[in-house]
């Protein structure tokens, strides 16, 4: 069956970096759209970023020049490189899979198969 894991979270330090990784299994992506997305206690879902087959990448504005999504297809996995990180960064991370091409790739209702998440803490 599909299923998305989330691995590479933890505690870390304001300005220090994590790196983050999505494993894929049950399905291949191609022609997918693949992105990640956080939340806090009390908070929304949050767009942190999206990348298509094809390569071509998103990211929400709080967050470029910060954070690098990839992809490598042929593992059937993404990635997300977190630098300079900030307090305000703290929050579950899940990885997130569309089902084909998508145009909405900031809304989290695109995607139909989401990972159990992945916590990440950085202390001030």
């Known amino acids: 069956q599909v299923q998305l894991v989330e691995s590479g979270g933890g505690l870390v330090q304001a300005g220090g970096s994590l790196r983050l990784s999505c494993a894929a299994s049950?399905?291949?992506?191609?022609?997918?759209?693949m992105g990640w997305f956080r939340q806090a206690p009390g908070k929304e879902r949050e767009f942190v970023a999206a990348?298509?087959?094809?390569?071509?990448?998103y990211s929400a504005d709080s967050m470029k020049g910060r954070f690098t999504i990839s992809r490598d297809n042929a593992k059937n996995a993404m990635y997300l490189q977190m630098n300079s990180l900030k307090p305000e960064d703290t929050a579950v991370y899940y990885c997130?899979?569309?089902?084909?091409?998508?145009?909405?790739?900031?809304?989290?209702?695109?995607?139909?198969?989401w990972g159990q998440g992945t916590q990440v803490t950085v202390s001030s």
């Open positions: 990348i298509t087959w094809g390569g071509r990448t």
């Open positions: 997130a899979a569309t089902v084909g091409p998508s145009n909405s790739v900031r809304t989290p209702s695109t995607y139909l198969y």
């Open positions: 049950g399905r291949t992506f191609s022609n997918s759209a």
